[in-house]
């Protein structure tokens, strides 16, 4: 067996960026930036009210007040979107909406909360202002948020809705990023079927195909679905080989460890320059890696629960390094175990399916999904973290272990 830490250094090591490209904004979410992001534009591009209100000379509002009102004269209304065509002369006011520009004359805006309008607010009235306000008051400046010229956001920066959003705002319409690998995923067996209807004897759903593509399309990467093949080598071949040429990637599951003797293994010999490790980890062990025609080929094990350990351990960093992500694990965090996590001494790492919920402090807590068996991939599905076990007894209860996050952590009730 091999340490974790070296099984992943040799996926690393097969793992390189794309190349960089530009991709439409709307097709950027999750990627990261190649090169940094300058605007070519202000934001925002005029000086433009916060508030809905009146744009006023801010020296008209001197000594205003809810018991002495200053009194102005509404000159026009200007609306989000709608140039300003009327000037603030002394003792007038503009009605003015929330983004609208800022009409010339004008350097300041009461909220429309500290003024009324006399007889039903027709512009030919007047507008009682019961406030002072001085120069700028409510008011966005022109490059208040972002100067053109100014830089965006800096490579390596993993675009969120708030980025695109941001990027939007200052007109890019594509973005310089490292592109989402395409992941083919196949499965092989004559003992698989899809779908639904009676089961022949020796026959298994196929579980792991849909699951790894899942996972592959939730790291944020392309699946491809290559199929379901049967035990023939030439089939195999022929798949494996087209895969290779149209994916940045594959994942297959099954046929790797030590006893087995399958087609995968036969072919991925012949096709690739493939490493089959033994990683002293628990579940997970069996792990091949290796490239066909420089395409990574990841071959996890078949048992579903250790699929998907080994997609979160090996797959899923290596293809974020792959789109270039700076950062390529989960996050991990110290929890209190609730319910204990016993283990027994066989020199491995132990992963344990847990659920993870924050008490009323803030504190992690977690506690096992039940049977841990390779194979139970339904106690698996309630699990939203892996809690980490180095080799020895495990933790008691009310200990603290460290856990990688899978998914959202609730609230103990």
Same mark, same amino acid.
Request: glycine share 12%.
């Given at each position: ?23 439409? !904004? ?54 989000? =979107? ?26 300041? *805006? $009461? ?13 030919? /009235? ?47 319409? &594509? ?7 395409? *992941?083919?995923?196949?499965?092989? =067996? ?6 639904? =209807?009676?089961?022949?004897?020796? /026959? ?49 599951? =099954? ?31 069996? %792990? ?41 694990? &989960?996050?991990? %965090?110290?929890? $209190? ?5 016993? &283990? ?6 132990? !992963? ?14 977690? &506690?096992?999904?039940?049977? /841990?068996?390779?194979? /139970? ?10 809690? $980490? %076990? ?24």
């Amino acid at each position: 067996m091999i340490p974790l830490d070296e099984a992943r250094q040799i996926v690393f090591a097969g793992c390189s960026r794309g190349h960089p490209r530009a991709v439409p !904004l709307a097709d950027a979410l999750g990627l990261v930036t190649s090169v940094d992001i300058h605007a070519d534009e202000a934001v925002p591009p005029f000086d433009n009210t916060a508030m809905d209100g009146f744009a006023v000379r801010a020296a008209d509002t001197a000594g205003a007040s809810d018991d002495t009102p200053v009194r102005l004269t509404i000159a026009g209304t200007l609306a989000a =979107g709608a140039a300003p065509d009327v000037v603030v002369g002394a003792g007038q006011a503009v009605r003015i909406m929330t983004g609208a520009p800022m009409p010339p004359g004008a350097d300041a *805006v $009461v909220m429309v909360e500290r003024t009324s309008v006399e007889d039903g607010g027709t512009e030919s /009235q007047d507008v009682l202002v019961q406030i002072e306000v001085a120069p700028g008051t409510h008011v966005r400046r022109v490059g208040d948020d972002l100067a053109a010229g100014q830089q965006v956001f800096p490579a390596d920066t993993t675009l969120t809705p708030a980025h695109l959003g941001v990027l939007a705002s200052v007109g890019v319409r &594509r973005v310089p990023v490292y592109p989402r690998p395409r *992941v083919g995923v196949i499965s092989t =067996g004559d003992e698989l079927v899809d779908g639904p =209807g009676p089961l022949a004897p020796g /026959q298994i759903r196929d579980s792991n195909r849909r699951m790894l593509l899942a996972l592959v399309a939730r790291a944020d990467a392309e699946p491809v679905d290559l199929g379901r093949i049967a035990d023939d080598e030439d089939a195999i071949s022929e798949a494996l080989t087209a895969g290779a040429a149209s994916c940045d990637a594959i994942i297959s599951s =099954g046929g790797v460890s030590m006893g087995d003797f399958d087609f995968v293994k036969v072919v991925l010999d012949r096709l690739g320059d493939m490493t089959w490790m033994q990683v002293a980890i628990r579940p997970a062990k069996p %792990l091949a890696f290796g490239t066909i025609g420089g395409t990574p080929v990841f071959g996890l094990p078949g048992n579903p629960v250790s699929s998907l350990v080994s997609f979160e351990l090996f797959a899923r960093p290596g293809l974020r390094k792959m789109m270039g992500h700076p950062g390529l694990d &989960r996050l991990r %965090l110290r929890a $209190v175990a609730d319910d204990g996590l016993a &283990r027994r001494h066989d020199g491995k790492t132990h !992963l344990a399916r847990v659920v993870a919920a924050f008490d009323a402090d803030g504190v992690v807590h977690v &506690r096992t999904t039940g049977s /841990q068996g390779s194979h /139970q991939l339904a106690a698996t599905a309630a699990a939203n973290a892996l809690a $980490v %076990l180095p080799d020895g007894d495990g933790v008691a209860v009310g200990g603290t272990v460290e856990i990688m996050v899978l998914g959202d952590l609730g609230t103990l009730t």
